[in-house]
């Protein structure tokens, strides 16, 4: 659904492009609703916890602490 969302509305943007940047009536009423419905499945990757918050380098390091600490777990095992 998600790719559906996006595909339309790149093809709204092309369209867009294509008359010297001035949507019709009916176009903004389907740019409105796709981008409202692609705002609700973002606020759903976030309430769902699968949007990643940081940078690579920080996911990273907090991998390596964790691979750190199984090690010395396992040492004392």
């Given amino acids: 659904m998600t790719s559906n969302i996006i595909h339309h509305l ?8 294509r ?12 740019y409105d609703i ?3 419905a692609r705002r609700q499945v973002v606020r759903g990757f976030y309430e769902t916890g699968r949007v990643f ?12 602490e964790e691979q750190q600490q199984r090690q010395q777990e396992e040492q004392y095992d």
Avoid: Y
Avoid at 20 to 27: A, L, R
Avoid at 53 to 64: F, H, L, P, V, Y
């Fill in 10 to 17: 790149r093809e709204l943007q092309d369209a867009w492009r």
């Fill in 19 to 30: 008359q010297e940047f001035v949507f019709t009536n009916k176009q903004t009423e389907e």
């Fill in 34 to 36: 796709l981008v409202a």
């Fill in 53 to 64: 918050k940081g940078s690579k380098a920080s996911a990273d390091k907090i991998r390596n």
